[in-house]
C-alpha cells in the first residue's frame, strides 16, 4: 500500500460545480497534514493545512477523518483558475517525521 | 522577492556529463528539501537538510547523486555521469524549522540529458 493514495483522476467539472478529493494515508501515528495545489510546469504551493476540527478557506474547506485515516478537499463554485493538480500532504514518523507527498488528483474546470 | 530561488532554471547536457544544481532556500529556513518530479508523475524525495547536515538520504536514487549545503543556506545537488533516466524537474523547498513545517518550493530546475 502507497503511504499517501489519491485518485489520479482527471475531474472534469463545470463552472460552478462541487467537487472533492479524498486522500488516504497509511500511518495512523501523522499528524500533520496539508493540501498543495500544483499547476502546469509549476513549482507545488500550500493551499491550506488541515486540522483536526476540519477548516474552511473560502470556497475550500478541508476534513480530516482520523479512525479512517483520510483527508478530504471540497471545493465549492469552482472556477476555471482552478484547474490544477491537487496533491496530498501527510508527515510520516517512521521516516524522520518528514512530510510524504500523494501523487496528485487532476482538477479540470470547464466553462 | 523572499521566496525559494533555484538555478538554472533549464540544463540540457549529454549523457555522461555531470551537472551541478543550485538552491537558495528561504532566509532563516533551517531545513531543505530536494525532489524530483518527472512528467506527469508525483514527487519523488530526494534527500532533507537540517541545516549543515543531511539526516535524511533515503531518496537519492543512486552514488551518482549527492548534495551538499553549505554555512546553512545554499544547497547543490549533483548527479555525476548522468543518464537519459535523470531527466525531470528537480524541485528545491525550505522549511522554518522542524522537516512537518509547511514547504515551500522554489522553481525548479529543468533537467534534460540528451
Known amino acids: 500500500r502507497k503511504e499517501v493514495e489519491q485518485d489520479p483522476g482527471p475531474f472534469n467539472v463545470p463552472e460552478g460545480a462541487t467537487v472533492a478529493f479524498n486522500c488516504t494515508y497509511s500511518?495512523?501515528?501523522?499528524?500533520?497534514f496539508f493540501w498543495y495545489r500544483q499547476d502546469c510546469r509549476k513549482e507545488p504551493k500550500l493551499l491550506m493545512s488541515v486540522y483536526s476540527s476540519g477548516n474552511e478557506d473560502g470556497r475550500f474547506t478541508a476534513q480530516l477523518n482520523r479512525a479512517s485515516q483520510y483527508i478530504s478537499l471540497l471545493i465549492r463554485d469552482s472556477k476555471l483558475s482552478d484547474s490544477a493538480t491537487y496533491l496530498c500532504?501527510?508527515?510520516?514518523?517512521?521516516?524522520?517525521?518528514?512530510?510524504?507527498f500523494g501523487a496528485g488528483t487532476i482538477l479540470r474546470v470547464k466553462s | 522577492g523572499a521566496g525559494v530561488s533555484q538555478s538554472p532554471s533549464n540544463k540540457v547536457t549529454e549523457k555522461g556529463k555531470d551537472v551541478e544544481l543550485r538552491c537558495d532556500p528561504i532566509?532563516?529556513?533551517?531545513?531543505l528539501y530536494w525532489y524530483r518530479q518527472s512528467l506527469g508523475q508525483g514527487l519523488e524525495f530526494l534527500i532533507y537538510f537540517q541545516g549543515n547536515s543531511a539526516p535524511d538520504k533515503s531518496g537519492l536514487p543512486s552514488d551518482r547523486f549527492s548534495a551538499e549545503r553549505t554555512g546553512g543556506s545554499v544547497s547543490t545537488l549533483t548527479i555525476q555521469r548522468t543518464q537519459q533516466e535523470d531527466s525531470a524537474v528537480y524541485l528545491c523547498?525550505?522549511?522554518?524549522?522542524?522537516?512537518?513545517?509547511?514547504?515551500?518550493f522554489g522553481p525548479g530546475t529543468r533537467l534534460t540529458v540528451l
Open positions: 500511518n495512523s501515528a501523522s499528524q500533520s
Open positions: 523547498a525550505s522549511s522554518k524549522g522542524q522537516n512537518t513545517d509547511t514547504q515551500y
Open positions: 532566509s532563516g529556513h533551517t531545513a
Open positions: 500532504v501527510v508527515n510520516f514518523r517512521e521516516y524522520g517525521n518528514k512530510l510524504v
